[in-house]
């Protein structure tokens, strides 16, 4: 008789379990379960093991070859706080977040509330806003090498008045230029975030602000920021992983020149790692752009939610 009321007890015991793991609905764990072994295999498992490698004397040997990896502690981390040139490309990285982020939510909240009041013509404009964030990087840069290189057509227009030196060549000017260029490539994709905030935002408001006398910029600054509040907290989020991410554009049209003047943390992690053979100090590189990124996000994320 005991045995059977505990089996009793148990059993909604077992399944308040299951339901706490699994949800209330066990099919949508299941439908979701692909994506998760993905994140799982392709970022958790390799992201473990650059931690791994941060800490230990890594270095690439021949397939089948055993060597010792010894634990080396904070050596690593100590030795890439020592890098000028680590100091240089966070630097630089700071100077292309500072320049992306306000860029980025100005321009993609004023270009979206243009395009959300425009009547005709308003999916082409979309779509020409867009076309850059689709369109592969590589053709993209070719364009602005096109431009600003020292014979380009931007030096052309200017005579006299272009930098000397040139537009890539200029160490004052290159990480402020690639800046501009990021933030105009993915600028597209933000309008739309900004586009589908401003279609939720109620049209009564701004009639009722409009019979209250308030003007364009007024209506503008007491119904449609606020309304669009959330978007501008993702946007910037984005942003600041973008911004952690940093490598095809410094890559493609500088190298990281002149002089390391356009030198990120994830193309002096590819140096290190890859052409200088060192996976270790790359791995605790990562670590600490890892890191400082995840510090940012949630510092910018407190401050737009308290502003909220």
């Given at each position: 008789m005991t045995a059977l009321i505990s089996q009793r007890d148990g059993s909604p015991r077992r399944r308040r379990r299951l339901q706490r793991w699994l949800g209330e609905n066990p099919l949508g764990?299941?439908?979701?379960?692909p994506y998760i072994a993905f994140v799982v295999v392709v970022f958790l498992v390799p992201f473990g093991f650059g931690v791994w490698m941060s800490f230990h004397d890594f270095f690439f040997t021949a397939p089948g070859v055993q060597v010792p990896q010894p634990f080396v502690g904070f050596d690593n981390f100590?030795?890439?706080?020592?890098?000028?040139?680590?100091?240089?490309?966070?630097?630089?990285?700071?100077?292309?977040?500072?320049?992306?982020?306000?860029?980025?939510?100005?321009?993609?909240?004023?270009?979206?509330?243009?395009?959300?009041?425009?009547?005709?013509?308003?999916?082409?404009?979309?779509?020409?806003?867009?076309?850059?964030?689709?369109?592969?990087?590589?053709?993209?840069?070719?364009?602005?090498?096109?431009?600003?290189?020292?014979?380009?057509?931007?030096n052309t227009l200017l005579g006299e008045l272009a930098p000397d030196p040139t537009w890539l060549a200029n160490p004052a000017i290159i990480m402020p230029l690639i800046a501009v260029y990021v933030t105009w490539k993915n600028l597209g994709f933000y309008i739309l975030l900004y586009l589908a905030a401003l279609q939720n935002v109620p049209q009564e408001q701004y009639e009722a602000a409009q019979l209250d006398g308030a003007g364009r910029w007024q209506r503008f600054r007491s119904v449609t920021l606020p309304g669009v509040a959330p978007v501008t907290s993702?946007?910037?989020?984005?942003?600041?992983?973008?911004?952690?991410?940093?490598?095809?554009?410094?890559?493609?049209?500088?190298?990281?020149?002149?002089?390391?003047?356009?030198?990120?943390?994830?193309?002096?992690?590819?140096?290190?790692?890859?052409?200088?053979?060192?996976?270790?100090?790359?791995?605790?590189?990562?670590?600490?752009?890892?890191?400082?990124?995840?510090?940012?996000?949630?510092?910018?994320?407190?401050?737009?939610?308290?502003?909220?």
């Open positions: 764990m299941l439908l979701s379960a100590a030795q890439v706080l020592a890098d000028p040139q680590v100091h240089q490309a966070f630097l630089n990285l700071l100077v292309f977040l500072v320049i992306n982020v306000p860029l980025t939510v100005v321009l993609g909240l004023l270009l979206s509330t243009g395009l959300n009041a425009v009547v005709h013509w308003k999916g082409f404009f979309r779509v020409a806003y867009y076309i850059p964030y689709v369109t592969a990087s590589v053709a993209t840069i070719a364009v602005w090498i096109f431009l600003f290189n020292g014979n380009g057509v931007v993702l946007v910037i989020l984005l942003s600041i992983i973008t911004t952690g991410q940093i490598f095809t554009e410094p890559y493609l049209l500088t190298g990281g020149g002149p002089n390391g003047a356009s030198l990120t943390p994830a193309l002096l992690m590819y140096q290190k790692g890859i052409q200088q053979g060192q996976p270790d100090i790359a791995a605790a590189i990562g670590m600490i752009l890892v890191l400082l990124v995840m510090i940012v996000s949630l510092a910018s994320r407190r401050l737009t939610e308290r502003k909220n």
